[in-house]
């Protein structure tokens, strides 16, 4: 069964670009997340997709960063513009879920996002 | 959600059993306490879930006494590839894992 993956696994932009980030969850499971970790800090929460709705997204940092999950299938994280301290780890998580019990996640190995 | 604590480091030898404590006390009543490892340039691992007692799997047991403030996560005889940061999780009905710090355990030959 293939895991969680991401792509990509490295991005560098400058400061205002544009960079789209892809999740591709495994197949199956509804529930998909996204979340970073910034320099020397913890991992945080960004936002729960199940299926194709949002059904979480009290992470998301502000209006630079739209998530979508078209088809309920693979997500992206779109940063416009970026910014320097958007900088960090982005990780992007899957689990099923089965009688209002949330099961563990299964991440992926995460894009290393870094702004100049 | 439930704010863990665990310690910061721990270091360990080659076969050793680890303990790994963290505490919990505003658990609630239905939390479940998790366990997850990350290797360095990697997402974390699940490696153990429990809600109460013990739960053992091929990896790791997990001690969650009666009153469910505190869990032990136990690593039977490490080895140097256990060298990873461990974090306990408390997560209800939500989805949502909130991260700590975490417990960076060294593993020395």
């Known amino acids: 069964e293939a895991g969680v993956t991401q792509f990509p696994s490295h991005s560098v932009i400058e400061k205002g670009q544009t960079v789209t980030l892809r999740c591709d969850p495994i197949?199956?499971?509804?529930?998909l997340y996204w979340y970073r970790r910034v320099m020397g800090k913890e991992i945080k929460f960004l936002l729960h997709?199940?299926?194709?709705?949002?059904?979480?997204e009290s992470g998301m940092p502000n209006n630079r960063f739209l998530a979508e999950r078209t088809g309920g299938t693979y997500s992206t994280l779109k940063v416009q513009p970026a910014e320097l301290e958007d900088s960090g780890v982005y990780f992007c998580?899957?689990?099923?879920?089965?009688?209002?019990?949330?099961?563990?996640?299964?991440f992926g190995p995460g894009t290393r996002l870094t702004v100049t | 959600l439930a704010k863990t604590t665990q310690p910061i480091s721990m270091d360990s030898y080659e076969g050793q059993e680890v303990n790994i404590t963290c505490s919990h006390n505003?658990?609630?009543?239905?939390?479940?306490i998790t366990w997850y490892q990350q290797f360095p340039s990697q997402g974390p691992r699940f490696i153990i879930q429990?809600?109460?007692t013990k739960v053992t799997n091929e990896v790791a047991s997990l001690f969650i006494p009666a009153d469910r403030k505190s869990s032990t996560l136990s690593l039977p005889r490490v080895s140097l590839s256990d060298t990873a940061v461990y974090y306990c999780?408390?997560?209800?009905?939500?989805?949502?894992?909130?991260f700590g710090q975490g417990t960076t355990l060294q593993v020395k030959p």
């Open positions: 998580a899957s689990s099923h879920q089965t009688s209002g019990r949330y099961y563990e996640q299964y």
């Open positions: 197949s199956g499971h509804d529930n």
């Open positions: 997709f199940v299926k194709e709705s949002k059904q979480d």
């Open positions: 505003n658990i609630a009543t239905n939390d479940y």
């Open positions: 429990g809600y109460k």
């Open positions: 999780l408390v997560s209800g009905n939500t989805g949502k894992l909130i």
